[in-house]
Nanobody, 121 residues
Framework: QVQLVETGGGLVQTGGSLTLSCAAS????????MAWFRQAPGKEREFVAR???????AYADFVAGRFTISRDNARSTAYLQMDNLKPEDTAIYYC???????????????WGRGTQVTVSA
């Protein structure tokens, strides 16, 4: 049974930091690209960052050097370190897994349930 479980969300002030974790099970984690997406109220789900199985990373333009995605294959866990958070970063953050390297949500077959990140002004 495939599971992706996100943790680490919460309420933080503008300029603060959070680290999200995504614990994976039920599939061979090291063979999958991992990504983070987010969805704010009334908006579509959007790509945030991804790391390939060889830890090559890519980021959305709005990240602008503030976020870092990483992975620990031994722990089957992906991370998203978020610094200098802004109110517009408020959203539910989801991790996802795919055998394809992509920024498109439709190409990710495994999803977690999400974790809420709220940034106060």
């Amino acid at each position: 049974q495939v599971q992706l479980v996100e943790t680490g969300g919460g309420l933080v002030q503008t300029g603060g930091s959070l680290t999200l974790s995504c614990a994976a099970s039920g599939f061979t984690f090291s063979n999958y690209a991992m990504a983070w997406f987010r969805q704010a109220p009334g908006k579509e789900r959007e790509f945030v960052a991804r790391t390939t199985w060889t830890a090559v990373t890519a980021y959305a333009d709005f990240v602008a050097g503030r976020f870092t995605i990483s992975r620990d294959n031994a722990r089957s866990t992906a991370y998203l370190q978020m610094d200098n958070l802004k109110p517009e970063d408020t959203a539910i953050y989801y991790c996802a897994a795919s055998t394809t390297i992509s920024r498109l949500p439709s190409l990710y077959g495994y999803w977690g349930r999400g974790t809420q990140v709220t940034v106060s002004a």
